[in-house]
Each structure stands twice: as C-alpha cells, then as structure tokens.
C-alpha cells in the first residue's frame, strides 16, 4: 500500500472551518463572468500568450533570442498564427547580439489602460554602451492591431542595467502598486530587485531599489496581488543563496510608500526556500493568498516548520500563506505535497512538484485553483518525463476541512494526450492559464521544453480538458530551425 499523509491546515483559534461539499474532480466547470482582457497584443478582444525563446539564434547569434507571440482567438491560442519578435524587428530597439538572450521573462499586459497589453521583454544578456557586458535590459513593445499582420506598435527601453553583470530583466512583474491606477513594472535583475512605477497621473516616473542582496546566482521570484487588504497590488519576493556568500532564502512582501516614493518592507518568512510563487483567493473569501511552490526549508537559522511539516518538502512541497481582514497575513497556511490524499501521484525526490504555478477559477465557483507543474515527475520507467496537476479550491482553501485535496493529473501518457511521455521532456516546466478562445472556461498551457531533444513545445488543455488538447511544436509551427535546441517553452507569459 503506499503511504498517504494528510495536508497540515493551520487555522487562528477562532476561525471556524466549515464542513462543505467539494466539486469532485469530473464536475463540468460552469462558465465564468467575462473579466477584462488585459493580454490582448493584436486588439481582437482575445488573450494571447507569449513564449520566451531565449536561446534561439537570431540572423546568426546564438541565443540572441525572440519571443513568439501566439495569437487567441475563438479557435483556440495557437490555431490563428501568432509573430516573432526580436530585436531584429523594426520598433524594436538594439540589434541581435550573441548572448543576449532576449525572451528571458516576457510578459503581457496593459500597462497604458487603453485595453491593448504592451508586451514586456527583458533580455538580461543585452552589452548596454557605457555600462558594460551583461547590464541587460527591458524592452516594451506595444500592442496594435497591425500586429497580427507582422508590425506591432513602437517599441522603447524601459530600463537598463547600470553595470555590467547586472543582467536587467532575468524576471519580470506588473501591477499597480501605486495604487494610481496605472501599471508598474518591477524587474529582477543579479542580485537586485528594483521597481519602475509611474505616479502622480503619470507626470513623473520614479525608480527605485527594491532590495540589493546575494540572490545566489539566481533569478528572483515575483508575483503580485493584495496581501495587504488594503485594495492596492502588493509585491511577493523570494530568493536564495547556498553558501554564496553564505546560506539564506527568504520570502518577502513589500508595499508602496506614497511619503517615502519606494516600496516598504511588510511581511517576511526566512528560511523557506521556493521554486515559484503564485497569488490568488483559493478559500473564496476575497482575499488574496499567496503559493510558494516546491518550498522546502534550506537554510538552518532557528525557524520551525517554514514551508510546513519537514515531510512535506519531499518531492516538492505546496505552502501556502493565507491572507487575513486583519493584517495577520500568513497566520493561517497550508502544506500538500503528492503523498497528500486526493493529489495523484506518489512524492518521489527529484518530482519538482510545484516548481512552476498557475492559477484558475476553473469550475466557476469564486474561489481559484491551482495548476501545478512537476517538471521531474517519472512517467512509469521515463525519468523527468514531467506532469502537472490541478488543485481544486475549496472553502478552506487548496486543501478541504479534512486536510484533503481534489486534483487532475496531466501528462503525455494520459488518454486524448497527444505525444508521449520521454525521459526529460520536462513536462510541466511552465505553466499558464487564460480564455483564450473566450468561452467562459479557462483553458491551460503546459510547457515541456526538453521536447524532441530541447526543440521544446508547449501543450493546451482547452477548458483545462484533455479532451480536445493539442501540442504546439517549434515544426509545427513553423519557426525557424525547429530541430535544434531552441527549449521552446521555458518561459510563458502570464495572463
């Protein structure tokens, strides 16, 4: 028999559980209200999504890198066509250069409010003139309707790095953390994160460090919601560092001080290392909550159970923080990994579980679920051939009242899958979720960029189903040397 263990609920004393029905995996999810398209790059009214290819070489220079832009539409993302972008394109500032690896972290989204999203690149390989090798970049291109015919709007540097190495635009986020109603953008770059946010109705533009700290070589995570209940976006940031120059991982929210014109630290979690981060309202109680995915405690500085019980790290552990009316964000979380019940799979060392993140309201009941990528998940005999799994919320959250979950498991071997499941596919590397045909469903996009030996791919799941999912393959869509090791992807917007 194998081994089940139950997901730790932790609750204040005198918040009250309540004993509810959960939807049951095979539920038909009940079309959602339409809610503004915020990643609509050709101005057709349907979400598009943005696949990062950063090591594809470009007029001749490896891993100059492009991102390919597919189109939604009632069809279905992939089936309407979809451009490259680079900097070999028109408004495009700079040239491809060798390393530049632009499409490192893309993003879409409205940051003019005009309901055409820009589309933001960083390439954190960029030479910067008078700042050196490696300083990187941020680039925005805007969004038209000639887009869908090859030429999108202009396009201008958002930031650039300050000294070399500082490689501008690793990770990418945008919210209005203002609180203005505009978009900000934050920008991860080598052991820095900083902020570019637009205020006072737009007359002036401030930058500002976020934070400056050994962030191990590594890129650092972002998300953004409310955490602070406050109506205002939020930032979540999380890094950390084994023995460079010594051992340390923190998760850390910040807010917007208007007096100070910076972000202020508000609420930190140390020792907890994670692999990706989420936000969403997964108890339904208009909060926003936030996931640390593939958390696991890293780092020996005194602090009980950061990503909950040790247990739960194996595999990959989910922890989630709660938000709270009362400001005591984090005072109630949770922890699952693949030996919680009702998740499938066995945890294994090595699975990744929660490694990469996405969140859905997929059944239509107000509270939002959670896609959840294992990109190291053994298909039977076929080491790191990959999975991804939904996590139904219920009223208490991503685990119910008895500390058990409600999931689907997605992967190549699956029937109505296309393709099949390989050593090293990766499936599960990334994860991204959207209407992208508007049907009132959320459909989801899972990436397994070790396809085809790193040609890459990307798989939709529309209505979250299997049933009528398709692959979207560097042949298949006919992008330039599909054969070679582009890890088509890797990256993804987020919707």
Same mark, same amino acid.
């Given at each position: 028999?194998?081994? $089940? ?18 939807? %049951?995996?095979?539920? @038909? ?22 696949? #990062? ?11 100059? !890198? ?15 066509? +979809? ?11 700079? *040239? ?14 409205? *940051? ?23 300083? !990187? ?22 930031? *650039? ?19 203005? #109603? ?18 006072? !109705? ?13 962030? !191990? ?6 998300? %953004?919601? &409310? ?5 205002? &976006? ?22 917007? &001080?208007?007096?100070?014109? $910076?972000?202020?630290? *508000? ?25 640390? #995915? ?18 739960? @790290? ?24 693949? &030996? ?35 990109? +190291? ?28 979950? %409600? ?27 959207? =209407?992208?045909?508007? =049907? ?15 040609? #890459? ?25 599909? %054969? ?12």
């Amino acid at each position: 028999m194998r081994r $089940r263990t139950y997901a730790l609920a932790i609750a204040t004393a005198t918040a009250a559980l309540p004993l509810t029905l959960t939807p %049951t995996a095979g539920a @038909a999810p009940q079309p959602t209200p339409t809610t503004p398209v915020t990643s609509d790059f050709n101005a057709d009214g349907y979400p598009d999504l943005a696949v #990062g290819v950063p090591d594809a070489a470009v007029n001749g220079k490896a891993k100059a !890198g492009y991102v390919h832009v597919l189109w939604g539409g009632a069809k279905g993302l992939g089936n309407h066509g +979809g451009i490259r972008v680079s900097q070999a394109t028109a408004v495009v500032p700079g *040239t491809p250069e060798q390393g530049d690896r632009f499409g490192a972290a893309v993003a879409l989204t409205d *940051t003019s409010g005009d309901g055409v999203a820009e589309l933001l690149v960083g390439a954190p390989g960029e030479d910067v003139t008078g700042r050196g090798k490696d300083a !990187g970049v941020v680039v925005a291109i805007g969004g038209a309707k000639s887009a869908t015919q090859g030429r999108p709007g202009p396009g201008s540097n958002v930031l *650039t790095g300050p000294s070399p190495s500082s490689a501008y635009g690793w990770s990418l986020a945008a919210a209005d953390l203002t609180g203005d #109603g505009g978009r900000d953008i934050v920008i991860g770059g080598r052991d820095k994160v900083v902020l570019r946010a637009v205020v006072d !109705g737009g007359e002036d533009v401030v930058v500002t460090t976020v934070l400056a700290t050994p962030m !191990g070589g590594r890129a650092p995570l972002l998300a %953004t919601g &409310d955490f602070t209940a406050d109506g205002t &976006d939020d930032l979540a940031l999380a890094f950390h560092t084994i023995n460079a120059p010594y051992t340390q991982s923190h998760v850390r929210l910040w807010s917007w &001080d208007p007096a100070e014109r $910076r972000m202020a630290n *508000t609420w930190n979690s140390s020792n907890g290392a994670a692999s990706a981060l989420a936000a969403g309202d997964f108890d339904g109680d208009g909060l926003d909550d936030l996931v640390l #995915g593939e958390c696991r405690e890293i780092a020996d500085e005194n602090i009980d159970d950061p990503c909950g019980p040790e247990s739960y @790290a194996k595999g990959g552990g989910i922890h989630i923080k709660y938000g709270n009316e009362n400001g005591s964000f984090g005072l109630r979380a949770q922890t699952l990994n693949q &030996d919680t019940v009702g998740v499938y799979g066995v945890a294994e060392d090595g699975d990744r579980f929660g490694a990469s993140l996405a969140v859905l309201d997929f059944n239509g009941d107000g509270r939002d679920d959670l896609i959840a990528g294992a990109p +190291g998940e053994a298909i039977g005999a076929r080491a790191r051939a990959g999975a991804a799994t939904l996590l139904l919320g219920h009223t208490s959250g991503i685990v119910d009242p008895y500390g058990e979950a %409600t999931s689907v498991q997605y992967h190549q071997n699956r029937p109505r899958v296309p393709g099949a499941a390989e050593p090293s596919d990766a499936f599960g590397t990334t994860v991204a979720t959207g =209407d992208y045909d508007k =049907d009132g469903t959320p459909d989801t996009v899972i990436g397994a960029p070790g396809e085809n030996t790193n040609s #890459g791919g990307v798989w939709l799941f529309p209505k979250t189903s299997t049933t009528g999912s398709y692959a979207l393959t560097p042949a298949k869509l006919g992008l330039p040397s599909p %054969t070679t090791a582009l890890s088509y992807g890797k990256t993804l917007s987020s919707h």
